[in-house]
């Protein structure tokens, strides 16, 4: 793989990345009267991503929301804890 090749594929997996946190923190907006402060991908396959939305609460932590997006455009789902309790780390 060429080093341009490998430059197509970072700007690629960052664009997915990027519009994934895009659509998540979009539906969060959507669907909740709080104000998000931020979303993290935690898991990034080709088709779907697991984001994690942090909002403000008036106590810190912040309170999360995880959503899968789908990368074709698809509805966006949202997931418990339960779901992605292997993906976080006790610390976030």
Avoid at 28 to 38: C, I, L, P, Q, V
Avoid at 57 to 85: H, K, M, T
């Amino acid at each position: 793989m060429t080093l341009a090749e490998r430059l197509r594929n970072w700007q690629a997996t960052q664009h997915w990345r990027r519009l994934a946190c895009e659509r998540a923190a979009a539906e969060f907006s959507r669907t909740h009267t709080e104000r998000a402060m931020g979303a993290h991908v935690l898991r990034l396959d080709a088709n779907e991503a697991v984001v994690r939305v942090m909002y403000m609460n008036g106590r810190v932590p912040l309170d999360r929301c995880w959503y899968a997006v789908q990368r074709n455009g698809g509805a966006i789902q949202v997931l418990s804890f339960d779901e992605v309790a292997p993906m976080e780390s006790p610390w976030r």
